[in-house]
């Protein structure tokens, strides 16, 4: 029901497409996706990003009903699975992205082209992506287009609380943390207390289970620290891109000024070549 209602308000905001993502989780086994599933379906969405798990259970519900699928990845391998299942487009995540980003440390400049080089269907590059030369840079190794998550928290229209937005701009590249390396889940995070609590208490003799750090993993704890300003509250999704950015511009600002920097990049390679 609190789908639908997202759905509803999305459409009444917006004559434009847009899509619904669908996390399939990782660690639970007898979780029923069939009621998010129907609320997509007769919602008359046209395009979902699927993520987490193995999406090979949804997406042929979905592609009956002419619903375009993006599947979110973390490795090469992983995407031609889910090509394989029927998936339209992949969203490929580098290392340096935020939030889970795979357990094979591959970085974008790697994973780009060497999915390009096997995979039929369009992929999109998420992770590392902060500008237009990013954009140029994907583009030019294969990608038919970017994902941005972090840069977009640091946009005008961000709901985020004012003082976590200045807490992320003043952060370098070296500001975030990996954390659930120890459980094969790894994710990251803005270096804060949380993150570091998480890794002390995976690196204690013995290790730490899922429920010893599932108090610290909270989504309402993280979202109550966006949502108050309080840095250390709770887990903020950062990639390594907060290294890169140095202003609050508006969405539109900042797509529109993306489109002209990669356009100016590109030609400015194809120059340097030529020479």
Known sequence: DDLRREIERTRELTCKPFGVNLTLSLTATDVNYDGWIDAIIQGDVRIVESAGNNPQPVIARWKAHGIKVIHKCTSVRHALSAERYGADVISIDGFEAGGHCG????????????????????????????????????????????????????TRESAIHTDITAALLAATERDTTLIKRTLKRTARFFTNDVSQAIVALEQRPGGATYDDLKHLLSGDRGLAGLESGDITAGLVCASQVIGLVDDIPSCAELVTRMVAECREGLEQALNRFDR
């Open 103 to 154: 357990e094979d440390d591959v970085p974008a400049l790697i994973m780009i082209p060497a999915l390009g080089k096997v995979l039929k269907i369009p992929f999109i590059a998420s992770g590392g992506i902060a500008n237009g030369r990013s954009m140029a840079a994907a583009l030019a190794l294969g990608a038919d287009g970017v994902n941005m998550g972090t840069r977009f928290m640091l």
